[in-house]
């Protein structure tokens, strides 16, 4: 076991320790990542190898990590996901979606579907199958598109949403149901594309009688021509660039920390503190756009703060896993995994067919990997079946972005689902959920009949 006996657990030399050792699992699963060929392959990410290092040096399995260090990481998560909402309604955003007006309403439609199921299939099957019988949570089933849409940074920060509704063990189901969904997602969508390629249903990939794969042609470790990441915004004589951003995201914490309270206080409703945080983000942007300082954010230094957020947030909710929680819910797990992975088939190879014309394939791998793993799964996919992006799909994903982002996959609706449920109970919550997926479902073929009709 690592000594930390020097180290209390409630002081503050202890929060940079622990992050220290969180360093060190990284170091290790960013090395495996650049040299095990399966990890590379497959696009398994440092921060999720590292996550299951420290869980199997954790107390369920070697013991070298101490529990009290495991616990501290799980509620750094939580903590981490602030960081990570509240630059996403920041930056001045040029989106235009005008002459992809249709498709646009379809893959919005597509997403808040995708969304709905993943509450309303686990709903269902818990109402009447696993809390009668299993006696689970109620909660347990809100945690699959925490896992599957959110990936494993939304289901790793809803430590706190949780904790609200006094079930903390359910943010080690989201994310195991992470884990399993970014399986589903990686190999369930090579399968796809690869039976889509004899098929005939890629419009850029043909058959050749090899099998596709998904395979790194790009340097992972740049030594030479490093490509540029992010520029200056404001000079260094006045305030370090990374600084500025930083100052400015803690300005958007901490409004929304007071939007948080006072939602609370005044009128008895409550939104986590990730989600009031983007929306003062938001509002801030709006403030700073009547100003010389709103061209100043510059989103790729935001994401690169949201990304080192996510890599310690990742690994160390992994390695915090309450593994006898997931172990008595394995079952439940097992079968609602099986259920959403046949909707997502239907998903991907019927419903899109309608929706996204002759890039139909395309379009369906991009969103399939998006709702079984995060959007670099399903661009990953994207790039195997469509190796050149000639198709609409990240156009179409860009598109309906503004109008699906903000709600589903880790958004105001993935948030706040478990304390809808807690508040309002499984049957009115399944009931919601279920109509909004059949809405979602059938607004893009209503419309496509509608302009048929007016066509003619």
Excluded at 79 to 86: G, K, Q
Excluded at 190 to 213: C, D, E, H, P, Q
């Amino acid at each position: 076991m690592i000594p930390t006996t020097e180290v209390s657990s409630g002081t503050q030399d202890a929060l940079l320790f622990y992050l220290a050792m969180l360093s060190i699992l990284l170091v290790i699963g960013t090395i495996l990542r650049l040299k095990v060929p399966f990890l590379k392959k497959y696009y398994i990410p440092a921060s999720l190898v590292a996550g299951f290092i420290g869980l199997l040096c954790g107390k369920y399995f070697l013991g070298i990590i101490p529990a009290h260090i495991t616990s501290a990481w799980s509620n750094l998560s939580g903590r981490l996901i602030v960081i990570v909402f509240a630059p996403m309604l920041m930056g001045k955003k040029k989106r235009s979606a005008k002459q992809f007006a249709r498709k646009t309403f379809n893959a919005t439609c597509y997403a808040y579907l995708g969304c709905f199921a993943q509450y309303a299939i686990p709903l269902i099957l818990a109402a009447v199958v696993f809390i009668p019988l299993l006696k689970v949570n109620p909660l347990f089933a809100t945690t699959f598109e925490e896992g599957w849409a959110g990936g494993h940074g939304t289901a790793s920060g809803m430590l706190a949403v949780f904790e609200e509704v006094g079930w903390a063990e359910g943010q080690s189901i989201a994310v195991t149901n992470a884990t399993v969904g970014l399986v589903a997602g990686i190999f369930g969508g090579v399968t796809l594309i690869n039976i889509g390629v004899r098929k005939g249903w890629t419009r850029f990939l043909k058959a050749n009688g090899t099998t596709v794969g998904i395979e790194n042609k790009e340097e992972e470790l740049y030594t030479e021509n490093r490509p540029v990441d992010t520029t200056l915004s404001i000079s260094g004589q006045v305030i370090d660039n990374y600084a500025f951003h930083a100052m400015l995201l803690g300005v958007a914490i901490f409004l929304g920390y007071l939007m948080n309270r006072a939602l609370k206080i005044y009128l008895n409703f409550s939104l986590s503190w990730f989600v009031t945080a983007m929306f003062a983000g938001g509002l801030l942007q709006l403030v700073l756009n009547k100003t010389k300082w709103g061209d100043a954010v510059d989103m790729r230094v935001m994401s690169r703060i949201q990304g080192i957020s996510l890599e310690f947030l990742i690994a160390g909710a992994v390695a915090s896993l309450n593994v006898s929680v997931v172990i008595d819910y394995a079952l439940p797990i097992l079968i609602t995994s099986v259920a959403l992975f046949a909707f997502m088939l239907f998903f991907a190879l019927v419903y899109a067919r309608g929706a996204f014309g002759d890039t139909w394939f395309e379009n369906a791998m991009m969103m399939y990997g998006t709702y079984t793993g995060v959007a670099a799964t399903g661009i990953l996919l994207l790039k195997v079946c469509d190796p050149e992006a000639k198709s609409d799909a990240l156009d179409m994903y860009a598109a309906r972005a503004p109008f699906s982002s903000w709600a589903t996959g880790g958004g105001v609706i993935t948030s706040m689902a478990p304390i809808w449920v807690a508040q309002y109970g499984i049957t009115r919550m399944t009931i919601l959920f279920t109509v909004g997926a059949v809405v979602a479902a059938l607004l893009p073929v209503l419309t496509r009949t509608w302009y048929s009709i007016k066509q003619k």
